[in-house]
C-alpha cells in the first residue's frame, strides 16, 4: 500500500476463506426479522485518509483512488445463524445524513467519529452493546493474481483527536458497497465484502497533524445482520437431494462438485465453469441433448423436484478461416508494329486487397503522339491516362493510343517569268565570273606596281 494511503486498523482478522472467481452481489440484502429470536448487528467502520499533498488542493473528482478495501466478516456473537437469512448493506454518512431510528440508513458524521474513538481507545478495536457489535476497520486484505488473499494494514492513530478535529478533516466521497462472494455456513468467516471510493467537490476544511503529515479522511460504514432463529416445536426428518453435474463430452476437466441440501433448503448452481479443448461452456441442462441452457451458475434451487441432474451444454467452436490472397496483373500493348520506345513495364502479381496506379511512362513513336491507354486495340479515346487509380482489382490489358502527326508545310516557290533550273543556277554562275575577273584585275594592279 502506497504510504500516503492508510486505512485506520485495529485488531487482526485471520484469513480463513479460500477465494476464487465470484461474481458481485447485489449491494444490499434485508435480513427477516420475524423469523428470528435475535438480530445480532455488526457495524464496520473504517477511515480512508490520505495526505494534503496527495490532494495537492485539486479537484477531487480529478483524483484517482485506485485503492479497493475487502474485508472478510465475522460472525462474532453467533455461530448457529440462519446462512440463508443474513442482511447486509452500506450505512450512509456523510455531512448531512442524521442518525436513522433503524440505524442502519444513516448514521451522522459526529456518531461515526464517537464510536471510532471509542473504539480505537479499547483493546482490539471494537466493543459490543447488547445485540450490536462495533468494529473499526478489520485489517483489509486484496487479491493476487492466482485469486488468493493478500493481507494488508496501515494503521492512522486517531485516539487523541476531538470528534470537531476529525469532522473538519472530512472530504467528500462517495462509497460503494458490493458483496463478492456466497455466504458460506459454518465458517468464522461467512462471506466477503469490497468497498471502493470516489471523491467529489473540492478540498475544504482543516486537516489534523499526525506522523509528520497533515491527514484528510473519508469515513465509510457497512453493516452485516445475523439470525438467531427461533426455536420451533420438532419437525418431521427432512430428506436429502442433491445437484449432480456430468460432463456431457470428452476430456472435460474443473466440473464443479455436486451439491447436497436437505428438503426445504436451496442450493445455487455453481458459478465453476467446465473447461473442454475446442468448445465454449453454454450452461446446464436437465437433458443431455439439449443445445441450449436451461440453468446457470448461480441460480437458485430448492429441491422442489428432488435431484437435479444437470448436463453441460457445449458449442464447438469454429476455426478462424485465413482469407486466401488472390492477385491481378496489369499488362501494356504497343499497339503497332512501328518501334515504341518508352513502354512502361507489366505490373505483375499485385494483391487484390489494393488498388493500383496506371504507369507515368510516356511511350513514344515516330510520326505520331501518345494520347492513352483504350481497353480495345481500335480505340481512339482513352479510358485511361498515366498515374490514374485503378480500382477493380482484376487483370487488365491497355492498348497504346497514336494520333499520326501532320506532315510539313514547305515555303511557297516565287513567280518568275522565266521558269527552269537556270534561273537559279545562272545567276550564281555570273557571281563567279565577275568574282574571277576581279580577281585577275587585282593581281595586275600589284605587279606593275613592283
Known amino acids: 500500500m502506497k ?10 482478522l485471520a484469513l480463513t476463506i479460500g ?29 480512508d485518509a490520505n495526505t494534503e499533498s496527495f490532494f495537492n488542493k485539486s479537484e477531487l473528482s480529478k483524483i484517482t483512488h485506485d485503492t479497493v478495501a ?11 445463524f440462519d446462512y440463508y437469512n443474513v442482511g447486509y448493506g452500506q450505512v450512509q454518512v456523510n455531512r448531512t445524513t442524521s442518525t436513522s431510528k433503524d440505524g442502519i440508513t444513516s448514521m451522522s458524521l459526529t ?112 453493516y ?12 418431521p426428518e427432512k430428506r436429502e437431494y442433491r445437484i449432480n453435474y456430468y460432463e456431457n463430452g470428452s476430456n472435460v476437466t474443473n466440473m464443479p462438485r455436486d451439491e447436497r441440501a436437505l428438503e426445504g433448503e436451496c442450493l445455487y448452481v455453481s458459478s465453476r465453469e467446465p473447461k473442454r479443448e475446442g468448445y465454449e461452456f453454454l450452461g446446464w441442462s436437465e437433458s443431455s441433448k439439449a443445445t441450449r441452457p436451461d440453468w446457470y451458475k448461480n441460480d437458485r434451487y430448492c429441491g422442489t423436484k428432488g435431484d437435479l441432474d444437470l448436463y453441460a451444454i457445449w458449442k464447438k467452436k469454429e476455426t478462424p478461416v485465413e482469407p486466401s490472397i488472390e492477385y491481378y496483373n496489369i499488362y501494356y500493348k504497343e499497339n503497332t508494329t512501328d518501334t515504341v520506345v518508352g513502354m512502361p513495364a507489366d505490373s505483375l502479381d499485385i494483391p487484390n486487397d489494393r488498388d493500383a496506379y496506371i504507369a507515368k511512362n510516356v511511350p513514344v513513336r515516330n510520326g505520331y503522339s501518345f494520347v492513352g491507354w483504350g481497353l480495345t486495340q481500335d480505340a481512339t479515346t482513352p479510358d485511361y491516362k498515366a498515374n490514374d487509380l485503378y480500382e477493380d482489382r482484376k487483370d487488365l490489358t491497355l492498348y497504346a493510343i497514336w494520333k499520326k502527326n501532320p506532315d ?23 557571281i563567279a565570273l565577275v568574282s574571277g575577273l576581279g580577281l585577275k584585275y587585282m593581281r595586275k594592279r600589284i605587279y606593275d606596281n613592283l
Not at 74 to 80: G, H, L
Not at 224 to 235: F, I, L, P, R, S
Open 19 to 47: 477465494l476464487g472467481t465470484v461474481e458481485a452481489a447485489t449491494a444490499s440484502q434485508k435480513i427477516n426479522a420475524n423469523a428470528c429470536e435475535t438480530v445480532y448487528t455488526n457495524y464496520y467502520f473504517f477511515l
Open 111 to 222: 456518531d461515526f467519529y464517537n464510536v471510532a474513538l471509542k473504539a480505537s481507545k479499547i483493546s482490539g478495536g471494537s466493543y459490543s452493546e447488547g445485540s450490536k457489535n462495533y468494529i473499526v476497520a478489520h485489517d483489509w486484505y486484496s487479491i493476487n493474481a492466482d485469486g488468493t488473499a493478500k493481507p494488508e494494514s496501515g494503521i492512522l492513530s486517531i485516539a487523541n483527536l476531538s470528534v470537531n478535529q476529525l469532522k473538519n478533516a472530512t472530504v467528500d466521497a462517495n462509497s460503494t458497497f458490493t458483496r463478492e462472494t456466497q455466504i458460506h455456513p459454518d465458517v468464522l468467516n461467512p462471506f466477503v465484502v469490497k468497498i471502493e471510493r470516489s471523491y467529489y467537490g473540492y478540498l475544504t476544511g482543516t486537516p489534523f497533524r499526525a506522523g509528520n503529515h497533515n491527514w484528510y479522511v473519508h469515513p465509510a460504514v457497512y
Open 408 to 430: 510539313p508545310v514547305l515555303p511557297p516557290v516565287p513567280d518568275n517569268p522565266q521558269t527552269g533550273i537556270e534561273d537559279y543556277i545562272l545567276p550564281l554562275g555570273g
Open 70 to 80: 475487502r474485508y472478510m466478516n465475522n460472525s462474532y456473537q453467533i455461530n448457529d
Open 224 to 235: 452485516v445482520q445475523y439470525c438467531k432463529t427461533k426455536q420451533a416445536d420438532e419437525e
Open 3 to 12: 504510504n500516503y494511503l492508510k486505512t485506520l486498523a485495529v485488531g487482526a
